[in-house]
């Protein structure tokens, strides 16, 4: 079989999706976000070691032409293609199906993404596609789909057309992870990606799939019969996390420590990455028994210290033995959601956390030497300027805090996916001040929700605390390596693309 992993090049007056491994979207000006789609990657290994051929061509962050882009998928002329899909972006999606429908017609075009996962039904009604995928392991499930013969042996989470009709397989079930292959890098074009915060070459892995580690679990780690597991039942649930509700259903699963060591010692040994970044929902770092398995693992192949990690992270996770087991495996940088910097608001949100277990966390972290890199959203109906100032002013607090350089953060707006628990509390509430089956309205640059606030004006305050001239006095002063100014210019580089993203 021929399959192709696309993600055409579609912009937005100008500005570039950011589609591939996001959990929210939106079109941007920035050029320096090229996030590696993880899971895409995992799929087009597994069916090149089946014996396929795959052509994996990512025609967003190629920055590809429209005409070359054709070209090169027509003449590979796929049995199937594969897309990625989000709510926003699958009406352009679909028109470019059609297309396909129109120069390939023996082709099958499978969806999968988290909107297709809450709606796929939908999500085929709309498109020509043949198949929509539900769940977030469509790597497992795809392949498997590809490599059985006969419909009835197709794997659960298969929505398909047959006579006009929409069948499918049943519920899509969650794969053991540590049976996934060793990432080809080479096939899925691992050098195109990168951040402005990563030292380059930087690359991604996902240690796991799903969000472990609210607060709950803490009462469940007390529980001694569960002692020592590396799953948890006590996820995360906050009401937008759109992947968590999506496709990981609200569940946690790790990679064994061996696993992911094995796929950072390739990265280290045969590509020479100088930073790594774990993009699952909240990393490993909610589980302190993986964390010293991976610590003993790093070590064991003298690893540690050779190449810089950074995860997203829980800032209640960060405890001192957490700290202090990153720092020794060579964790260089966390990424972490603060979401407001108010307790009436992470309540509202299911966040199962407290403004000051935020402050206490991401201070530990700084105060062990690791780099934090915040996430807030400005918006939420029910907050008032005040709230986003007192957001404003939580978020400055950490960030002068003992500051390093490296130090940052993200504000967007907040968008409340259709799926999530926050779309069903838009519409119950009648937030909503666009049409909420409108799709492409639900760009994390713009304001959906009713609102009293300036959602621009904030956001931008928020993006400006990297102005701000204590930061960047303290910035300067602990920078120490050279390979840091280039890490400083793509950086600012980076903050004007999103400013101008605001400029509303
Ligand atoms: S803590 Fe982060 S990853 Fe976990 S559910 Fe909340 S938003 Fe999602």
Redesign the pocket.
């Known amino acids: 079989m021929k399959i192709a992993i696309i993600y055409p090049p579609l912009t937005f007056h100008n500005d570039y999706p950011l589609l591939t491994q996001n959990r929210q979207f939106k079109y941007t000006n920035s050029l320096e976000v090229r996030i590696y789609p993880v899971v895409m990657a995992y799929l087009a290994t597994m069916l090149k070691k089946t014996g396929h051929r795959v052509l994996y061509l990512d025609g967003i962050n190629l920055r590809m032409d429209k005409a070359i882009f054709n070209r090169q998928l027509v003449e590979f002329s796929p049995d199937f293609i594969v897309m990625e899909t989000k709510a926003p972006i699958l009406k352009s999606h679909a028109q470019y199906i059609k297309l396909i429908k129109k120069n390939m017609s023996r082709t099958k075009v499978i969806l999968v993404g988290d909107h297709v996962t809450f709606f796929p039904e939908e999500s085929l009604k709309i498109s020509q596609a043949d198949m929509a995928i539900q769940g977030g392991d469509y790597d497992f499930i795809i392949n498997e789909l590809i490599n059985v013969r006969g419909e009835k042996k197709w794997p659960g989470g298969i929505y398909y057309t047959k006579s006009g009709r929409i069948k499918n397989t049943g519920p899509s079930r969650f794969y053991d992870l540590n049976q996934l292959p060793l990432i080809d890098r080479e096939l899925t074009m691992w050098k195109i990606y990168g951040e402005a915060y990563l030292y380059h070459p930087c690359a991604y892995i996902m240690s796991g799939r799903g969000?472990g580690g609210?607060n709950s679990y803490k009462n469940f780690k007390s529980n001694k019969k569960l002692k020592g597991q590396y799953d948890t039942k006590m996820p995360?649930?906050?009401t937008?996390?759109i992947w968590?509700h999506s496709f990981w259903r609200c569940s946690a699963r790790l990679q064994s420590p061996e696993k992911v060591a094995d796929e950072i010692e390739n990265l280290y040994r045969n590509y020479h990455v100088k930073e790594i970044f774990d993009d699952n929902?909240?990393g490993a770092i909610w589980n302190e028994k993986w964390l010293n398995d991976f610590h003993r693992e790093m070590k064991k192949r003298n690893l540690t210290g050779k190449v810089s990690l950074s995860s997203?992270a829980?800032a209640d996770s960060l405890t001192d033995p957490v700290c202090r087991l990153l720092k020794a495996s060579g964790f260089r940088l966390l990424k972490i959601?603060i979401e407001s910097g108010n307790d009436k608001t992470l309540n509202m949100l299911k966040?199962d956390e407290t403004t000051s277990e935020t402050m206490n966390g991401v201070k530990k972290a700084k105060e062990y030497g690791l780099i934090a890199m915040l996430t807030t959203m400005v918006g939420y109906p029910w907050e008032t300027e005040n709230d986003a100032l007192q957001t404003y002013n939580f978020t400055k607090e950490i960030m002068l805090y003992k500051t390093h350089f490296g130090d940052s953060l993200q504000s967007s707006i907040v968008v409340p996916y259709p799926g999530t628990p926050l779309y069903r509390q838009a519409l119950k509430n009648k937030w909503f001040i666009v049409d909420p089956e409108k799709y492409e309205n639900f760009d994390m640059a713009h304001q959906i929700l009713k609102t009293s606030i300036n959602t621009v004006k904030w956001c931008k305050k928020m993006w400006r605390i990297h102005l701000h001239p204590l930061f960047i006095i303290k910035s300067i002063f602990t920078l120490r390596k050279w390979k840091d100014i280039k890490l400083a210019f793509r950086g600012f580089i980076s903050l004007l693309g999103h400013l101008r993203d605001y400029s509303a």
């Open positions: 969000c609210s995360g649930l906050c937008f996390c968590q929902e909240s997203n829980r959601g966040k």
